[in-house]
Nanobody, 127 residues
């Protein structure tokens, strides 16, 4: 069993930056691909970014490409989401997730590919 705990959410002005963190329990973190998803009120959960188990491959939704960066530190069992140039439409609850099976960009962009989920952290971008 893996437990994921997100932190770093809060209120930020449009154009600002924020960094989310997700700490995983367990000794097998380095074998999981990790992803970030978000869900805005009244909308379905959507893919934001994913990173392979080694950190060698990263994938982004078009809506955040060039603004967000996903990274991981396997020694700290932590995955990060650095968010720059934030927009009001980035307002959502952000979730991190772990996938125990490996796959490419299409696979990791699907929420059903993930086996473990955090509780989410709210990010609110004011205009």
């Amino acid at each position: 069993q893996v437990q994921l705990v997100e932190s770093g959410g809060g209120l930020v002005q449009a154009g600002g930056s924020q960094r989310l963190s997700c700490v995983a329990s367990g000794r097998t973190f380095s074998s999981y691909a990790m992803g970030w998803f978000r869900q805005a009120p009244g909308k379905e959960r959507e893919f934001v970014a994913a990173i392979s188990w080694s950190g060698g491959s990263t994938y982004y939704a078009d809506s955040v490409k060039g603004r967000f960066t996903i990274s991981r530190d396997n020694a700290k069992n932590t995955v990060y989401l650095q968010m720059n140039s934030l927009k009001p439409e980035d307002t959502a609850v952000y979730y991190c997730a772990a996938a125990t099976r490996r796959g490419g960009s299409y696979y990791l962009a699907q929420s059903r590919s993930y086996d473990y989920w955090g509780q989410g952290t709210q990010v609110t971008v004011s205009s």
